[in-house]
């Protein structure tokens, strides 16, 4: 692993978090699998050697739950959907070199061969811990067969993790008013001895590891309170049969493996894998994870980490931070493993602005996406440019349709048929003309953009290369009036629509990550032979084919009335989902957020300058459907505020509206306008904070 600008001359790996065998897959989980697909895509443009890996977490108390359910065994039941996912993922043109799953021969032997490492290097150790016994079945109950209270925040928490509030793991016993899942009662506690791997040996390597991994915010810094402080063993075994046997000589073991041991190490063995079948020699497993350096004892290396092993990338949700930039790396670095270079965590999916629930039925399914009738590249498109890859990101029918028929239609598919149609009809193709210096640095320009984007894992930048570059294309074309220099000037018509062909050629080039079909659907417009998923990035300024046929539209245009329909069956299913529900106070039905676990100091928050202030105007952002211009008083002056709600309120409403202003909010330029400030407001439907009494203008918040 290196910090050298990629490419470098190590292989690199890109995985996402494996996909739990036991739900069908919506598009809160395709967000992380689309941004590794185009991640891996953008490495490989560029001249970075890339594997794609994934594979279906087989394990786990749930599955075993659920397939007693269905009167079917575990390993049938996860089956089922691993091989739904192996299906449904090339529909969105989400393409792994190797798919796999935790329960093959090769992540189980791999899996064996970590655990024996750890125990040789004396990383295990057992520890007899308070067990959640079922009494009424006389059985005792794994994690999951498990609720009660989180400790840490009070919420309604899992036996192993607080998934509903501050999503910590947690370890057995620590769960509060445990109730056995099985049969309602109160579980009861009792004691048994469990292998647990002692990552407190690794506290002075992790917390090293973090300043040096690459990746989000989020996966760098929320790690930091659970490495810094005072950082709990692992319990690596589990009391039921369904997961990986716990390694011994004697077989005197009745355990198996905590899922999340074996769950990440299927990233290596899904690689061990694509090496196997593609060859060594095109692509060796052991020269990305290995550790190159030579070993002394303990935990003690010859630690220089730039000669050890390849480019490890994790791509993964937000919820499972704690398990590959804490666990997993600890895991990594006790068996003799490579450290991964970055981790990016993505923010969560929302839909039509609020939470998505699976079990309120707000949700879009992956099936229900293809159902409909649209192209997969037209989901990436959407959910890459949303928002910053760690960033909540919101799906929205509507909004969907305002995108595709704005930016890929008018935008991109407007420039690429304009362009081309010109050129087949008055040329047959690409016009006998030099590429203007003006064009040609145009191109270049986003050829830089897109080596940084990738370097910088920006998945939203890489995603909006494509658009930008067409609408220089369409103001060009605008500009130029080619239709006029045909008959007054043919030499610069010819000129000019050599540029445009160009453009149209780099914009196949740079759009491949995000929009792979189209892309090879306008390559082939183009008269390129082979696959654009094949060319270098330079390609984009060699000269396109002479000739090529009249082009079809790119992309067409999302109807009103679909989208209503959609619209429609979304809304009878979340209605149908409440009224299975129990009715309850209104309160209940609402999604909080988690509090934040991280305190801030009190000289923190007087750093925080809130002042009362009053809207004085309010007009719309132009070509932003939610945005306002503000004009707020704040007693000092009057500031000039972006804000978020104009689908919420109703402009004539708010000038004269007393609100509280964030006043040392660092100055930002959104869609073209200053905001200098943010007003305060709550939850999703932008309830604006204010003043019960008249405190003049200006009065700080305290």
């Known amino acids: ?76 039941f996860a089956l089922d959907y691993h091989e739904t996912y192996a299906e449904t993922f090339p529909q969105f043109n989400v393409e792994f070199d190797n798919y796999g799953h935790t329960d093959d021969a090769t992540n189980t032997e791999l899996t064996q061969e970590f655990v024996r490492s750890w125990v040789e290097e004396g990383h295990v150790h057992e520890k007899e811990i308070e067990v959640a016994w079922d009494t009424e079945e006389d059985q ?99 009391d039921m049969d369904w997961g990986i046997d716990y390694p011994t000589e004697d077989d005197t073991e009745d355990f198996v493996l905590y899922v999340w041991v074996d769950a990440p190490i299927e990233y290596v063995a899904s690689t061990k894998q694509y090496s196997e079948r593609v060859g060594k020699s095109k692509y060796d497993w052991e020269s990305v994870w290995k550790f190159d350096g030579e070993r002394r004892h303990g935990t003690e290396w010859d630690d220089d980490w730039t000669t050890a092993g390849g480019e490890i990338v994790h791509v993964i949700g937000r919820d499972i931070i704690q398990h590959h930039a804490v666990f997993w790396p600890a895991m990594l670095r006790g068996a003799g493993y490579n450290e991964p270079r970055s981790i990016l965590a993505t923010g969560f999916v929302g839909i039509d602005g609020k939470a998505l629930s699976t079990s309120r039925s707000r ?92 370097r910088e894992y920006d998945v939203r930048a890489l995603a909006e290369l494509a658009t930008d570059l067409s609408d220089y294309g369409n103001e060009y074309i605008q500009r130029t009036e080619p239709w006029h220099l045909v008959d007054e000037d043919p030499e610069e018509a010819a000129r000019v629509i050599r540029d445009c062909v160009q ?128 004009e707020v008083d704040i007693g000092h002056e009057v500031r000039q505020v972006v804000a978020g709600l104009a689908e919420l309120h109703d402009i004539g409403d708010l000038p004269g509206t007393r609100v509280i202003l964030l006043a040392n909010m660092e100055q930002a330029t959104i869609f073209g306008v200053e905001s200098n400030g943010m007003v305060l407001a709550a939850g999703d439907e932008a309830d604006l904070l204010t003043t019960h009494d008249d405190a003049p203008l200006g009065t700080r918040v305290q």
């Open 1 to 76: 692993m290196s910090h050298d600008d990629f490419p470098t001359d190590r292989p690199a790996v890109v995985t996402c978090g494996l996909p739990y065998a036991n739900g069908d897959l919506h598009v809160g989980h395709l967000r992380t699998y689309v941004a590794g697909d185009a991640l891996s895509r953008g490495l490989r443009r560029i001249g970075q050697q890339t594997a794609f890996v994934c594979g279906s977490d087989m394990h786990g108390t749930p599955v075993a739950v659920n397939a007693a359910e269905a009167g079917v065994d575990p390993r049938e």
């Open 140 to 238: 005792p109950l794994p994690d999951r067969y498990v609720e009660g209270t989180c400790p840490y925040c009070g919420e309604q928490a899992r036996g192993d993790e607080c998934d509903e509030g501050c999503q910590r793991h947690l370890e057995p016993g620590e769960i509060e008013a445990p109730v056995s899942t099985l049969t309602g009662n109160p579980a009861e506690y009792r004691t048994r001895e469990h292998k647990f791997l002692r990552l407190s040996d690794f506290q002075g390597y992790l917390q090293e590891f973090l300043d040096r991994i690459e990746g989000t915010d989020n996966a760098k810094n929320q790690p930091r309170e659970w490495v810094d402080g005072e950082l709990q063993d692992l319990c690596i075994t589990r």
């Open 363 to 454: 949700a879009v399914w992956a099936d229900e996406y293809l159902d409909a009738g649209f192209h997969p590249d037209l989901f990436r498109y959407y959910i890459a440019t949303g928002a910053g890859l760690e960033t909540d990101v919101d799906f929205s029918w509507d909004r969907f349709a305002e995108r595709v028929n704005g930016e890929l239609v008018g935008n991109v598919g407007n420039f690429i048929n304009r362009a081309l149609l010109f050129a087949h009809r008055n040329f047959d193709g690409t016009p006998d003309a030099d590429v203007s210096d003006d064009v040609r640095d145009r191109i270049e320009t986003t050829l830089s953009a897109f080596e940084a984007a990738v």
């Open 503 to 630: 453009l149209a050629k780099a914009v196949a080039v740079v759009m491949q990550p995000v929009l792979p079909g189209k892309a090879e659907q306008l390559w082939g417009q183009l008269g390129e032979t082979g696959s654009v998923a094949d060319v270098s990035l330079s390609t984009a300024l060699e000269a396109p084919p002479e000739t090529f046929d009249e082009p079809d539209q790119l992309f067409e245009q999302v109807e009103d009335d679909h989208i209503a329909e959609l619209n429609e069956e979304l809304q009878t299913r979340m209605d149908d989902a409440s009224e299975d529900e129990d009715d309850g106070d209104e309160e209940d039905d609402i999604d909080l957020e988690p509090l934040e676990t991280d305190r801030i100091s009190f000289d923190d928050f007087e750093g925080v300058d809130m002042r009362v202030g009053e809207i004085r105007s309010a007009e719309p952002v132009e070509d932003a459907d939610k945005l306002l211009k503000l």
